[in-house]
């Protein structure tokens, strides 16, 4: 019973997050003060691109084509 709902709010979290990528595909993210670009090219030869803060680190998933922003305590987790 955990598990589904740990499942469901992954989900719904990734279906969330979808549209804020979609627009990031379309246009090139620009860094501002204290920010780092990140890049990264899925094995399906897929190109993303988003931005972090500088002490952040950059986290691809390949398994599920997904990006984000690390966090300075856990990293990638």
Do not use: H
Not at 8 to 27: F, G, N, Q, W
Not at 44 to 60: L, N, S
């Amino acid at each position: 019973m955990v598990r589904w709902i740990g499942l469901l709010a992954a989900v719904a979290a990734m279906a969330s997050a979808s549209p804020v990528l979609a627009k990031e595909k379309s246009a090139t993210p620009k860094a501002g003060p204290g920010e780092k670009v990140c890049r990264y090219k899925f094995p399906t030869g897929e190109k993303r691109a988003w931005v972090c803060k500088k002490q952040e680190p950059c986290c691809a998933w390949d398994a599920i084509n997904y990006v984000k922003c690390g966090s300075t305590i856990t990293g990638c987790l």
